[in-house]
């Protein structure tokens, strides 16, 4: 059986963006695949956190894994920091990581625009992705389109270190959803959905009440043309919730837009709340049940022992190739 990792960062509550371009996929990917599923927190002190903030938003998004349909007994589910292989395996990586293939990065050349001060670890934390990856010899990375620069320097460094040193690294493959990939902002359809947003009308956060989420879809931005059309350069707005309608309902979008063809905006949009209403309510029915619980510590103890094991095992391989330690006689 192949293995699959995936990490998302405890930066804040999961939009439905998360949710139907990662999470909704890692449901079906599960009975098919190894998977590990990392929280990554040590990737979300590239900037400031508050920390008692942060320690909630481990766990609750822990808890929206679970409460999403992951299942404990068949994927290992796991906390980034409590799993020390992946900083070693990092530091390992930075010295044979340029300085200038990192800084070509454009989620670095974002994040970093405008500001006085940048962290070291926001330039590095393209290497740390790289190790949590090549820890598992992890055959499939399931990305957003816009996390593929990554996984290429991941490759790159994984074929560069097996030529110099030994053949350690399993080269991964990116598997990027054909729908629902990249789920866009409700007031910028040019951007993409995120819970760094600073305006909270244009995500959807998983946790959002039934009102909350009607509200924030009636006020999307659409057009004054009042036709439902899939039509991403010149619709971006109605594309975007006609995306969202399908991969909430399965309802293809030519059927979308012939069911809206007659009719206008309201009830699209109301039929587009419906349908995430539907999705989000049974998902935060078991958050709730799991959020305080003790059953859910449990899980990401043996979640955390598991990946060790595997992790410590190609970490000492890594380290043997590059000559670290000693050899004991």
């Known amino acids: 059986m192949q293995t699959i990792f995936s990490g998302i960062q405890p930066s804040g509550t999961l939009t439905l963006g998360n ?9 079906e990917l599960q009975d098919e695949y190894d998977c590990y599923f990392c929280i990554v927190d040590e990737h979300a002190i590239t900037v400031p956190q508050d920390r008692l903030a942060l320690r909630k938003n481990i766990k609750s998004l822990a808890a929206l894994y679970l409460a999403s349909g992951i299942d404990s007994n068949k994927v290992t589910l796991f906390v980034q ?4 292989a992946h900083t070693q395996l990092a530091w390992i990586l930075q010295s044979i990581n340029y300085i200038g293939e990192l800084e070509r990065m454009t989620q670095y ?3 970093s625009k405008g500001q006085e001060a940048v962290s070291s670890a926001l330039l590095t934390y393209p290497t740390l992705m790289a190790a949590d990856i ?5 055959n499939v990375v399931p990305v957003g ?3 593929k620069q990554h996984l290429e320097l991941t490759r790159n460094l994984a074929q560069r270190f097996n030529h110099r040193f030994n053949d350690i690294f399993t080269i991964p493959e990116i598997r990027i959803p054909k729908v629902g990939a990249r789920i866009m902002s409700l007031q910028d359809p040019t951007k993409k959905m995120s819970k760094s947003d600073t305006n909270q009308k244009g995500y959807i956060s998983m946790l959002d009440e039934p009102k909350q989420i009607e509200k924030k879809i009636k006020s999307a931005v659409t057009d004054s043309e009042g036709i439902v059309k899939f039509d991403k350069e010149n619709k971006p707005g109605v594309s975007n919730l006609l995306t969202i309608y399908s991969v909430c309902t399965g309802e293809s979008i030519e059927a979308l837009e012939k069911k809206y063809a007659d009719k206008g905006y309201g009830d699209f949009k109301q039929g587009v709340a419906n349908a995430v209403i539907s999705v989000l309510e049974p998902i935060q029915e078991k958050y709730k049940e799991l959020i305080d619980s003790e059953e859910l510590d449990l899980i990401l103890d043996k979640g955390s022992e598991k990946a060790s094991i595997t992790a410590g095992k190609t970490l000492k391989k890594a380290k043997k190739a590059v000559g670290l330690g000693r050899v004991r006689k």
């Open 19 to 27: 949710y139907l371009g990662a999470l909704q996929q890692f449901v």
């Open 81 to 84: 920091s409590e799993v020390p």
């Open 109 to 111: 050349k974002d994040k």
């Open 134 to 138: 090549l820890l598992y010899n992890t």
């Open 145 to 147: 389109d816009d996390q």
